[in-house]
């Protein structure tokens, strides 16, 4: 699936643009709060392989919209569509976005829901706006955590901390996330996408060669953990996606009710 399934004439859901050295991909579905399709995953994970090999890029910049980062993985997808194999698009984006050899920063607005959080484990640079939440729901909707998530946590944060937020999944603020490690910086309203713009154009004039080199020696010892753990997750991931308290928790969104999960054992 690529680029070439979105009509034509519609905005696209995933707006790339490089310029001064740095390749900006945006999440572009603000009526979805930026909600992830199988379609968008797609397009995420060709932009960074194109700017991860473009000799133009210098850094990599993820963004959502200015009132919201990204919901998370599409909920209608999962219920009606969901992923069934270890190579969908979802699962070649994680893999993307983690063994990319070039800077990622990411500017964060609003939510940053499931993968909108998870996925910043695998970002170097991380501005978050005052405005900005955080959450990894997945036990909430019956699911199990991704993207490395469950060996990076515990790993930055210690067991205790990302138990808390894997187990209870409760939303948590920049402060807080700034606080855990996991933002760089807390910038005022409406600024982050500025202030990431402006450390990837210091980042953009840095010897590239020395940069690739210094993540890649950052990352080596936990890199083949990392791939081994989404291989893990990925698999537990597809089936709590088929399992009844998935469904339920699907179909409680959808109704705007609160899951009933009472009769689960
Ligand atoms: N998947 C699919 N659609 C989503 C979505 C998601 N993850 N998140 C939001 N949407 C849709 C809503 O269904 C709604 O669509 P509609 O206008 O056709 O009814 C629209 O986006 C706006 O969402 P809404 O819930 O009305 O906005 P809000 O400002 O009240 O709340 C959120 C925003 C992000 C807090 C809330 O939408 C939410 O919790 N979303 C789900 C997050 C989630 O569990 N993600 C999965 C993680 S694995």
Known sequence: MGWE???LNE???????????????????????????????????????HA???????????HGTPECFTAGNDLKDFRDSPPTEGNSTVFQFLETISTAVKPIAAAVNGPAIGIGTSMLLHCDLVYAGENSTFQLPFVNLGLCPEAGSSYLLPLFLG???AAELLLLGKPF??????ELGLVNQVIPDGDALPAALEVCREVAALPPA???????????????????????????????LKSPEA????????ERRPPDFSAFQ
């Open 173 to 178: 603020s920049a402060a807080k996330a700034f």
């Open 52 to 62: 991860d090999q473009d000799p133009a890029v210098r850094v990599i910049l993820i």
């Open 11 to 49: 905005a696209p859901l995933i707006t790339t643009e490089t310029a001064e050295g740095i390749c900006r991909l945006g999440m572009n579905r603000p009526e979805k709060k930026n909600a992830l399709s199988a379609i968008m995953y797609a397009q995420l994970a060709e932009g960074l392989k």
């Open 247 to 254: 469904q339920e928790a699907f179909a409680a969104f959808f």
């Open 210 to 240: 020395a940069l690739r080199e210094t993540k890649q020696l950052i990352k080596q010892h936990t890199a083949p953990v990392v791939a081994d753990a989404m291989r893990h997750e990925g698999q537990a991931f597809l089936n709590r």
């Open 159 to 161: 067991h205790q901390r």
């Open 5 to 7: 399934n979105q009509p």
